[in-house]
């Protein structure tokens, strides 16, 4: 072929459709990357037989072959514009006769078979894949409308009624007529070019209604989480989260009723915790229960079921959702009565799920009216996906204001506990003092004082009170107020120790109940009187024989009984010696190994300290006592209060 | 939440000498004279180490009341001489006791134990009449202070195992705490 013949050919109608061709392609190829069915490819390669053939047509302008590749081409067609739908062999039977007729008019054409049947006739075959393409499509009831769905059978009469034109326009004028090609095979072309713009047109269809869908979506979930949200207030209640909730749940998902449910904190059982609107059970209800509306609305509201029981509690067990969309036919749904309010005509549930943890269900149903779709099944999902998280948050929410309830307590107590002990420990010339406390988190019952009676005087207070937090705190003030207004007067530890007891004994509707130690001090004389009330002995480092004295009075607490008489014991301190007073948070101090300090152990770290001063110490006790309690959790508190006598 | 004192479903006080509940390792201790009137102040001494998380903290100090009160009165008859030890560990999901006394031991165990099966009997049968023998357990030495049912109580709580050592003078007793969760695993992906 020379370079004439292509001009020739280039300037017949060729160009026309060659210009044709490529907008076509490009048509479909845009099409292909915006929709997820595969369809448009199929029209990429129907674009690009069409230009193959009449590139090669111009080239060999043969009727026949023309007439070939239209029996082809519809038989593609016909495939292609079915390929969303399922066929079964009909597809095949069309295939089989379009491409039988191809076949013959080959065998015509190259060997002159069967010279008495018009090639016209044989082209006209293509009729059977057009009408199939029409035919063919049918969408079943549990199918869904996909795009290429809707293009084929929206699209099936233009396409029926161009191709036969076609065919009919071809079939007159023969196919090397060059009417033909000037204008039916570009009209062509142009019907397949709509079917690109028909389906563009049907995609944008879909986007707008898309976006419109989830402008509602965004719009009911903002309702959600506000509903959520604005329940958290002062007085945070789970329930009115919930009730709130439910109440969005219903309104947003087009329902008549709904339900929230949880599954339960302790047992593998969900219970139904939130009711809005009508919502007829779907479970069955017990046959002894009154069909009352009111009773079946209560009975509702606090039903529970284990996982995997009934239609809610497998909900709750599987985490898969539950679309029903017509009730009366659904054996799972039960049937509880005649009344109105007991009419279920269509359900959903779904569960809520949070980080793969199942933590309940929503359950939606509709009394009458129109039926659930999938676009409200759709919504439900969405909804209860983000309604988990809003009942995780809350409960959440729940917990840490529960802490922090915890965390205040022992905050408040150790702010009592530090404003009753005294600030700076007195100084009386020849004794002084040293003291540590440190409270064990949550606890802090410990108590000590040093009251200042006279300049040479003192009386040294150490206690423990039982119980904690600040309900301890609250004996501990009472017991300093007492021992704060008793010491002033000239009796002995024992009767004051009788006086806080009497004090305390019966009088408040709280567990009072503490030990205490006192020791009144004269630093001039020497002389000293030791009480106890069942608080830990007394070691006293003497520094005649060098050793640890221990000093105990048997007795009972203060606030077990009123009548209590204590008694007391008289001491001598010399220069040089040193009196420890301690709780037992010290002795019972245990190490990792599970041991516990010991007085052996204490009295030995005053034996090492003695040459200190007072306040040194004691801080060689607490070194002591942290390190050989090591990284094991302090229990209880500990306070050592100390007296030297300076040498 | 099962309960270790069943035994064929009824519930039973054991006497294993080699119970892993003896095991005190890490235990806190203290001791107490067996004074009656300080009961409840013992318990607080104790019970004031439980972490502040367990929620039915009133029930637990109950528990370990009556459990304390029996050591004081049947072990140890209220004799101040003798000593009440007491070996305790909490924490949010455990409360772990062991309680030993200095008295001959809890010699009506098996009577006990008798007497608490022919009670579910009755239960079973549904044998009311004679079940009303059944109400409270008494030995010849039970004042009118002894309801006899704290035994029950005693066993229904301690779902971890209520265990006597051999001489039946120290006993061993586990509560487990439900513990909570926020709903449940997604079947086929715990």
Not at chain 1, 331 to 337: F, I, L, Q
Not at chain 1, 540 to 565: C, F, L, N
Not at chain 2, 64 to 88: L, T
Request: net charge negative; hydrophobic share 45%.
């Amino acid at each position: 072929m020379d370079s004439v013949s292509i001009a020739q050919a280039l300037s017949g109608p060729l160009l026309v459709k060659l210009v044709l061709a490529p907008v076509l392609g490009a048509v479909f190829l845009y099409l292909r990357r915006r929709e997820t069915e595969g369809l448009m490819t199929g029209y990429v390669f129907v674009t690009l037989f069409l230009a193959f053939r009449d590139i090669l047509f111009a080239f060999l302008p043969i009727p026949d072959l023309y007439r070939i590749s239209d029996l082809l081409l519809f038989g593609f067609l016909c495939r292609v514009a079915t390929s969303s739908f399922s066929r079964g062999p009909g597809l095949w039977a069309v295939l089989a006769v379009d491409f039988f007729a191809a076949l013959l008019l080959g065998l015509k054409a190259l060997f002159g078979f069967a010279p008495g049947l018009p090639s016209e006739v044989l082209r006209f075959v293509a009729v059977v894949p057009v009408v199939a393409a029409a035919v063919l499509p049918s969408i079943r009831k549990d199918e869904t409308e996909t795009p290429s769905r809707v293009l084929a059978l929206g699209f099936r009469i233009p396409f029926t009624v161009g191709s036969i034109a076609y065919l009919v326009v071809g079939a007159f004028l023969g196919a090397d007529s060059p009417i033909f090609h000037y204008a039916a095979v570009p009209l062509f072309y142009g019907l397949i070019l709509a079917i690109g713009f028909v389906f563009m047109s049907i995609l944008l269809k879909e986007l707008v209604q898309a976006v419109g869908y989830y402008e509602e979506s965004i719009d009911s979930l903002y309702e959600l989480l506000l509903s959520a949200g604005t329940a958290v207030k002062a007085e945070f209640s789970i329930q009115e989260v919930l009730d709130s909730m439910a109440a969005v749940f219903t309104e947003k998902a087009g329902a008549d009723g709904g339900a929230i449910l949880l599954t339960e904190e302790f047992e593998e059982a969900v219970s139904v915790r939130a009711v809005h609107g009508s919502f007829p059970p779907p479970f069955k209800l017990p046959e002894s229960l009154p069909r009352a509306e009111e009773r079946v609305v209560d009975f509702v509201r606090h039903a529970r079921f284990k996982l995997g029981e009934g239609l809610l509690g497998e909900v709750a067990q599987t985490g898969k959702q539950l679309f029903i969309a017509d009730a009366a036919l659904d054996p799972r749904v039960a049937r509880n009565g005649e009344e109105p309010w007991l009419r279920l005509t269509s359900f959903i549930a779904a569960p809520l799920i949070v980080r793969d943890r199942i933590i309940g269900a929503l359950a939606l149903s509709k009394s009458g009216g129109e039926p659930f779709d999938e676009r409200d099944f759709d919504r439900a999902k969405l909804l209860a996906n983000f309604g988990s998280i809003a009942v995780a948050n809350s409960f959440s929410f729940l917990e840490a204001a529960e802490r922090s309830d915890i965390e205040r307590e022992a905050a408040i107590a150790e702010g009592v506990q530090k404003t009753i002990v005294p600030k700076k420990l007195a100084d009386l010339g020849a004794f002084s003092f040293g003291v540590f406390t440190t409270p064990a988190r949550g606890v802090c019952s410990d108590y000590y004082d040093v009251i200042q009676t006279r300049a040479d005087r003192a009386v040294l207070a150490v206690g423990d009170v039982a119980g904690k937090g600040v309900a301890a705190g609250i004996v501990m003030a009472m017991i300093r107020s007492i021992l704060h207004l008793i010491t002033n007067s000239a009796k002995d530890t024992a009767t004051l120790l009788s006086w806080v007891n009497r004090g305390i004994s019966g009088k408040v509707d709280l567990d009072h109940f503490a030990t205490l130690s006192l020791v009144a001090v004269d630093a001039t004389t020497g002389e000293a009187e030791f009480a106890n009330a069942a608080h830990q002995p007394l070691l006293i480092y003497r520094k005649d024989s060098d050793a640890i004295e221990t000093v105990d009075i048997k007795s009972i607490p203060i606030g077990v009984e009123r009548a209590t008489e204590y008694s007391a014991k008289r001491l001598r301190i010399r220069p040089g010696d040193v009196l420890v007073m301690y709780t037992d948070g010290i002795v019972e101090a245990m190490n990792e190994q599970g041991r516990q300090f010991g007085r052996k152990n204490l009295g030995n770290a005053i034996l090492r300290s003695r040459d200190l001063p007072a306040r040194e110490i004691a801080e060689a006790i607490r070194d002591d006592v942290a390190e050989f309690s090591g990284r094991s959790r302090q229990h209880d508190d500990q306070t050592v209060l100390v007296l030297k006598a300076k040498p | 939440m099962t309960n270790e004192n069943l035994v064929n479903g009824i519930l039973e006080i054991r006497v294993d000498e080699n119970s892993p509940l003896f095991d005190k390792t890490g235990m806190l201790h203290k001791e107490f004279p067996s004074d009656f009137r300080q009961i409840r102040y013992f318990t607080l001494l104790i019970v004031q180490s439980a972490p502040p998380d367990i929620k039915e903290i009133n029930l637990l100090e109950q528990q370990i009341s009556e459990i304390i009160k029996n050591a004081v009165k049947h072990g140890n008859k209220c004799d101040v001489e003798k000593k009440v030890r007491v070996w305790y560990s909490f924490s949010p999901e455990h409360a772990h006791l062991v309680v030993e006394d200095e008295g001959e031991g809890f010699r009506d165990l098996e009577k006990w134990n008798e007497f608490n099966r022919r009670r579910q009997s009755c239960l079973d049968s549904g044998d009311y009449e004679k079940l009303a023998d059944f109400v409270s357990f008494r030995t010849i030495k039970s004042d009118d202070n002894d309801g006899g049912n704290a035994l029950f109580a005693a066993l229904e709580y301690w779902n971890g195992g209520f265990v006597f050592n051999q001489k039946r003078n120290c006993i061993a007793m586990l509560k487990r705490f439900p513990k909570r969760r926020l709903g449940v695993s997604v079947e086929g992906e715990s």
